[in-house]
């Protein structure tokens, strides 16, 4: 399996930015996929996860209400829409899939990692 993500930037804070990440490969019709970002110095942390035959989403609280990942099954490609952007949103986001289980926040529990891209926002 493949992951590209792309899809970050530079933005201000309060505003928004769309990150997808484009599976190939192989089927992932039953794969987890979620998102992981890291900060400077800072250890990979969880954002969001969506499975994708049930569509269930879970989210990290720091972003809930503010982020949504999505999935569009036909194109293999999951979605992060990040609204309302926040100065400490600032961090390196990788998309990820595996077969987590319940540990969903765990990145050890992920196969297959995309190369990352990058979110700055400013305050």
């Known amino acids: 399996v493949q992951l590209q993500a792309s899809g970050g930037g530079l933005v201000q804070a309060g505003g928004s930015l769309r990150l997808s990440c484009a599976a190939s490969?192989?089927?992932?019709?039953?794969?987890?996929m979620a998102w992981f970002r890291q900060a400077p110095g800072n250890e990979r942390a969880f954002v969001a996860a969506?499975?994708?035959?049930?569509?269930?989403?879970l989210y990290t609280d720091s972003v809930k209400g503010r982020f949504t990942i999505s999935r569009d099954n036909g194109k293999n490609t999951v979605y992060l829409q990040m609204n309302s952007l926040k100065v400490e949103d600032t961090a390196v986001y990788y998309c990820?899939?595996?077969?987590?289980?319940?540990?969903?926040?765990?990145?050890?529990?992920?196969?297959?990692w995309g190369q990352g891209t990058l979110v700055t926002v400013s305050s």
């Open positions: 490969g192989r089927a992932v019709s039953s794969s987890t």
């Open positions: 969506i499975t994708w035959s049930g569509g269930n989403t």
């Open positions: 990820a899939t595996g077969s987590p289980g319940i540990q969903v926040f765990l990145s050890t529990r992920y196969a297959y």
